[in-house]
């Protein structure tokens, strides 16, 4: 595995555009609105150069978002002298927000590999909308109307299915499984950093409303923090510089977890 040199980033405005954030790890903010354009969430895509001109990129964003990502994923992966390759596409979990651009993807790049744990797959191939989810936060009941509908039904075969534990893509990928968002949602873990999907969604933990199983997803939050091979972790909804580790165990003493 390739380690990170010694070298300071300075993270500069990411908002429609990929700017390196680590080495060989890119990141896109884009913003999607809700309820009548009242509310304005950020949605951070992340693009990983793996292996000389080999990338993969980690979730979509919203399907409001879908032709700026696909010019931002261009963009970037030309800038390399032969063009950057995308290889593989991960997928954290397939709420809207995080995988809304992933057919306008699949037509940029037909070639295009899909990772996803085992357990995604109804949600992503199967048409089953995350409204079925069992819960044991009744908030969850309120938000079941809006997670009724299915976002994607992708043909199983273009899938590449793996669990936790498995270490892919020439060994910079590690998955490890956090459910409680959802039923298993994906950190997926380069070297030293952490792309975590929605498991702590700007240290407050993921939108309790659309958390099904919140005391799961408290107990996935220690289980990142405890990992030992990070020092910056990246939240999906966060287009910030990230958090170190001093900062994500602080914030689950404050809320007990």
Not at 22 to 48: E, G, H, N, W
Not at 74 to 88: D, F, I, M, N, V
Not at 132 to 150: G, I, M, V
Not at 169 to 179: E, H, M, N, Q
């Amino acid at each position: 595995m390739a380690q990170l040199k010694e070298k300071q980033f300075t993270i500069t405005s990411d908002l429609g555009v990929f700017v390196e954030i680590r080495k060989d790890l890119f990141r896109c903010t884009q913003v999607y609105t809700v309820m009548a354009s009242l509310i304005s969430i950020p949605c951070c895509v992340f693009l990983a150069r793996y292996s000389e001109q080999k990338y993969a990129l980690v979730d979509a964003s919203h399907n409001s978002n879908a032709t700026l990502l696909v010019s931002a994923v261009r963009s970037q992966l030309a800038k390399t002298s032969p063009p950057g390759t995308l290889t593989h596409f991960l997928c954290t979990h397939a709420h809207r927000d995080h995988i809304g651009g992933l057919h306008a993807i699949l037509e940029a790049y037909p070639e295009l590999r899909v990772v996803a744990h085992e357990e995604e797959l109804p949600f992503l191939c199967d048409q089953t909308p995350y409204s079925t989810q069992p819960a044991d936060n009744w908030t969850f009941w309120f938000a079941r109307p809006l997670l009724s509908t299915p976002i994607t039904s992708l043909d199983r075969g273009m899938v590449d299915v793996v669990s936790n534990g498995d270490v892919i893509l020439d060994g910079a990928f590690r998955v490890i499984s956090t459910p409680g968002h959802t039923p298993v949602l994906v950190g997926d873990a380069l070297v030293h950093f952490s792309l975590t999907g929605s498991a702590t969604y700007s240290l407050s933990g993921p939108p309790i409303l659309f958390t099904p199983n919140d005391a799961e997803a408290r107990r996935s939050m220690v289980k990142i923090a405890s990992d030992g091979e990070w020092d910056t972790l990246f939240a999906a909804h966060d287009g910030s510089g990230g958090a170190v580790r001093k900062d994500v165990d602080e914030f689950l003493r404050k809320i007990g977890a």
